[in-house]
């Protein structure tokens, strides 16, 4: 990852071997599957206006990506965007 006016990016690579900039939005542990978790975009906006959301797990000793394996991992992942969408839309 790289480090740009206190904002965190990295590069990710696709199997077409095409590099997109991603811009991580918050990552968290998570004590129910041990793991930790980035939230992140390619600051892509769909057809419906809304700028398109990523999430992975991180192994934080080496920032490697790895793929959410659960639904229960989804749902937690969910509940937390969740919250912060209902937090932002109370301000």
């Known amino acids: 990852m790289i480090v740009e006016n206190d904002e965190m990016y ?3 690579f696709g199997d077409d071997g095409k590099e997109t900039l991603c811009e991580t939005l918050f990552t968290f542990d998570c004590d129910e599957t041990n793991k930790t978790y980035i939230v992140y975009t390619d600051n892509e906006i769909d057809n419906e206006g809304n700028t398109k959301v990523y999430a992975s ?3 934080p000793t080496d920032d490697i990506l790895l793929p959410i394996e659960t639904d229960r991992e989804w749902c937690i992942i969910e509940a937390i965007l969740d919250e912060l969408k209902k937090n932002s ?3």
């Open 89 to 91: 839309d109370d301000e």
């Open 57 to 59: 797990a991180i192994n």
């Open 10 to 12: 990295f590069t990710v």
